[in-house]
């Protein structure tokens, strides 16, 4: 369902995501459901490109790597991430 939505120019969504990359979905339900202050895991609105890109970071928006995530943005960092993945 993923990759025909992109086929098809549609926005995916969160719960997509499991089907594509079941270790990524589990976390981010960690972080959307942790019960400390997200601050705590040092996180910024930037993701790992991987090893074949030399692990640069990506930005999930203009200026993500200088945005902490937090409690009270954190709904915007799990919608950001499945538009990351291209065909």
């Known amino acids: ?10 926005k995916n969504y969160f719960d997509e995501l499991h089907g594509l990359d079941p270790q990524l979905h589990k976390s981010l ?21 991987g090893e074949m ?6 930005e ?10 937090t409690n009270s943005n954190r709904h915007q960092y799990e919608p950001s991430l499945p538009s990351l993945y291209h065909l």
């Open 1 to 10: 369902p993923f990759f025909i939505g992109k086929l098809l120019g549609r």
């Open 29 to 49: 339900l960690q972080i959307k459901k942790f019960k400390g202050d997200v601050e705590d895991l040092c996180l910024d609105f930037t993701v790992s490109s």
């Open 53 to 58: 890109m030399g692990h640069k970071p990506l």
């Open 60 to 69: 999930l928006f203009p200026g993500g790597a200088s945005v902490n995530v």
